[in-house]
């Protein structure tokens, strides 16, 4: 039977926050409460995987992580950006990482377990194969967990069907372009997040304080990005 709240009911229900977020993280994502869902995507080389690495070091704090590398798996590339970001002494534990042997039955099962992680990243979505309904059965079954999906784009949009409605489903959006996460979030904020500046600026051009404030939201002229990797090696 649905279950039906009154308005009073409604109004007194108490909601579970992430507390003492970082003023970069609730300036573009809101006051997150500790089971959003959310999805990214943009074309490759532009900044994703180095969003989700500086994410993922604010939530370890609040829960450990599961970081399904479906695409990347435990391959040097993976090992080179969690060096930049994560620290072996301060976040070993905190986060644990799984290859393309974590299929879609496999994560429920370790879901189900007693401890298991609270935010779980799925990179990326495209590379997990699952429809829509098996999203739906995941986000219902483990309501209480925190799903972050990486998915190829198509243009400005996600690819793919199942992409396509995680995107109109999740709470928080996050499309990254040259350097810049745009965001759209339920939980406020909403103000584009700086991935890399450096980057940014030479991705954005003249373009850039106007693009960071969220009033500009139209293509760069094209040019060739400089990788963060090759930035700093």
Request: one cysteine or more; a positive charge.
């Amino acid at each position: 039977m649905a279950k039906v709240l009154g308005l009073k009911q409604l109004l007194q229900k108490k909601y579970k926050f992430l507390e003492d977020l970082p003023e970069a993280i609730t300036r573009s994502f809101g006051a997150l409460v500790d089971n959003f869902i959310m999805i990214v995507w943009g074309p490759s080389g532009n900044g994703k995987s180095n969003f989700l690495m500086q994410l993922l070091k604010v939530l370890c704090a609040y829960g450990r992580v599961l970081y399904v590398g479906l695409e990347e798996g435990f391959e040097a590339t993976m090992q080179k950006n969690v060096l930049r970001h994560l620290s072996e002494t301060e976040h070993t534990g905190k986060i644990v990482f799984a290859n393309h042997e974590m299929n879609y039955e496999m994560l429920i099962k370790v879901l189900s377990r007693p401890k298991s992680p609270r935010f779980v990243v799925i990179d990326s979505l495209q590379y997990w194969g699952i429809d829509y309904n098996k999203y739906k059965a995941l986000k219902e079954q483990f309501h209480k967990k925190t799903f972050i999906f990486i998915s190829h784009s198509k243009g400005k949009m996600p690819d793919g069907k199942t992409a396509d409605k995680i995107k109109y489903d999740a709470g928080i959006k996050v499309r990254v372009e040259g350097y810049v996460a745009f965001v759209v979030s339920r939980y406020g904020g909403n103000t584009p997040y700086v991935i890399w500046e450096e980057g940014a600026r030479k991705y954005w051009g003249k373009k850039y304080r106007s693009v960071i404030k969220g009033m500009d939201k139209t293509p760069a002229p094209k040019r060739k990005i400089e990788s963060l990797d090759q930035a700093t090696e």
